[in-house]
């Protein structure tokens, strides 16, 4: 049973139809690039370049790396110009981009949600925002969070 804050958070947004027929799954991709100026942008570049769209961009700084997750429609291509490009991309895992969210901005509405899947046994693996008030997530179970979602 939800509580009170997360029955009105979780009323707060809604789905889009193109989530609700399935229409969410992207790739995250994990890339590493020297921790100087230019790193990202050379991402930005080649991605640009090959007319792929980053959906989401999450980096940090780490030991002297730029560690970079995108999330992308086409994980072949955005691979492929990438390292065209002499960007080596470290990994690679299918993702959820999940529909926008009305109410992001609520405190309390990231909270209510991460209960819901933690509760439905789901492990994320790695979240990020994406554009448009979306959220990209990385599980141990996509298709149940697909379906959960699409109940919420």
């Known amino acids: 049973m939800c509580s009170d804050l997360t029955e009105a958070v979780l009323g707060a947004y809604a789905l889009t139809d193109p989530f609700r027929k399935g229409d969410c799954m992207a790739t995250d991709l994990t890339i590493s690039v ?25 980096g940090i700084g780490f030991e002297g790396r730029g560690i970079i997750h995108v999330c992308v429609q086409d994980g072949a291509g955005a691979r492929k110009a990438l390292e065209g490009a002499g960007i080596k991309v ?31 046994g789901i492990n994320v693996r790695a979240a990020y925002l994406a554009t448009n008030s979306r959220v990209v997530m990385v599980t141990d179970d996509n298709m149940k969070l697909m379906d959960l979602m699409k109940n919420m």
């Open 34 to 58: 020297e921790d100087r100026p230019g790193g990202l942008a050379s991402i930005g570049e080649a991605l640009g370049k090959a007319g792929i769209n980053i959906e989401g961009l999450l």
């Open 90 to 120: 470290e990994g690679e895992a299918d993702a959820i981009l999940g529909p926008p969210i009305q109410g992001a901005e609520t405190p309390g509405t990231m909270g209510a949600m991460a209960r819901q899947i933690a509760d439905a």
